[in-house]
């Protein structure tokens, strides 16, 4: 079957790193995302990785394992700005399968 | 360049009645997919398209269906609507299917069934 598992929830303080961690059983694999949600928004696209390694972009971070189905994304420099839902997401063929997301808490 | 644009952006609409929504991906892309997002679901495939085909459909029933056309831009359709069905609808544009590239949102349609 397709499982995509992530914490709920996360607190950091501002300033700080945090990882995400994302592991993943799916029956395809052509690629892993991670998004950004701020409530009442749209998506917005912040990593893609499909071949195994780091790919930095900043203050973001997106690691895959793909023989160990796992994932992370890595924020650096944490601002308060950061607080919002980040959904881990496979695509298999032309689909995305989604986590239910980490709801990251940035405080002061 | 303009990104992935839905239209409308909110929609009231009632049991039993039918809705149309719009999807214009980012120039150049070829595909579009769209989502439902709910809050108990998390962001669920609805189907995808590519060059005026529907190459992949997720588990949902007949009353969602969808379209795209020759400029790429697609359109999706739920008729009958229930109570269930409001939730953000969200369509993804990515240069080509099947994978290996990049997918965008747009800021999604908000649906409620009253």
């Known amino acids: 079957g397709q499982n995509i598992d992530q914490p709920t929830e996360m607190t950091a303080t501002e300033g700080a790193i945090v990882q995400i961690n994302c592991t993943y059983q799916?029956?395809?694999?052509?690629?892993l995302f991670w998004y950004q949600q701020h409530a009442g928004e749209a998506p917005t696209f912040l990593s893609y990785?499909?071949?195994?390694g780091l790919e930095e972009k900043g203050r973001f971070s997106s690691f895959l394992s793909r023989s160990k189905g796992y994932s992370y994304l890595l924020l650096k420099e944490l601002q308060m700005k950061d607080s919002a839902s980040y959904l881990c997401?496979?695509?298999?063929?032309?689909?995305?399968?989604f986590g239910q997301g980490t709801e990251l808490s940035v405080k002061p | 360049k303009a990104g992935v644009t839905q239209t409308p952006r909110y929609l009231i609409k009632t049991r039993g009645q039918q809705v149309t929504l719009s999807c214009s991906p980012i120039s150049g892309h070829r595909s579009v997919s769209w989502y439902q997002q709910t809050p108990g679901q998390g962001l669920q495939f609805l189907f995808e398209?590519?060059?005026?085909?529907q190459r992949n459909k997720g588990n949902f029933p007949g009353r969602f269906s969808g379209r795209q056309f020759s400029n790429s831009r697609s359109e999706m359709n739920v008729s009958t609507l229930e109570l269930g069905d409001s939730a953000l609808y969200l369509c993804a544009s990515s240069l080509d299917w099947g994978g290996g590239t990049e997918a965008f949102f747009g800021q999604g349609t908000r649906l409620t069934v009253v």
């Open positions: 990785n499909v071949l195994d």
């Open positions: 997401a496979v695509r298999e063929g032309g689909k995305l399968i």
């Open positions: 398209y590519f060059s005026e085909t």
């Open positions: 799916t029956s395809g694999f052509n690629g």
